[in-house]
Nanobody, 124 residues
Framework: QVQLVESGGGLAQVGGSLRLSCAASGRTFSMYAMCWFRQAPGNKREFVGAISRGDGRTYYADSVRGRFTISRDNAKNTVYLQMNSLAPDDTAVYYC?????????????????WGQGTQVTVSS
């Protein structure tokens, strides 16, 4: 089992940057595929990006590709989401999630463990 705690959210201006962190408990963090989702008010939760266990391959939603970067530090049990060129549409609660799997899923129902979420607000 793993517990996840996000941090780093807040208020950013259009075109600005934020870096989210997701710290995981447990000794087997490296065995989890990690994912970031987000949910804006009135919207469904949507996939943002993911990183596999093992080779650390990354995957992104089209809406964030080229602006967001996901990375992981297994020694620190942490996954990051670097968000650049932020836009108002990026405003949402961001969640990290973990899945004990070698196969990365873009489906939220594949993920067993979730953080509490961190609010990101992009203002012009």
């Amino acid at each position: 089992q793993v517990q996840l705690v996000e941090s780093g959210g807040g208020l950013a201006q259009v075109g600005g940057s934020l870096r989210l962190s997701c710290a995981a408990s447990g000794r087997t963090f490296s065995m989890y595929a990690m994912c970031w989702f987000r949910q804006a008010p009135g919207n469904k939760r949507e996939f943002v990006g993911a990183i596999s266990r093992g080779d650390g391959r990354t995957y992104y939603a089209d809406s964030v590709r080229g602006r967001f970067t996901i990375s992981r530090d297994n020694a620190k049990n942490t996954v990051y989401l670097q968000m650049n060129s932020l836009a108002p549409d990026d405003t949402a609660v961001y969640y990290c999630a973990a899945d004990w799997s070698a196969v990365v899923s873009f489906d939220e129902f594949s993920y067993d463990y979730w953080g509490q979420g961190t609010q990101v607000t992009v203002s012009s």
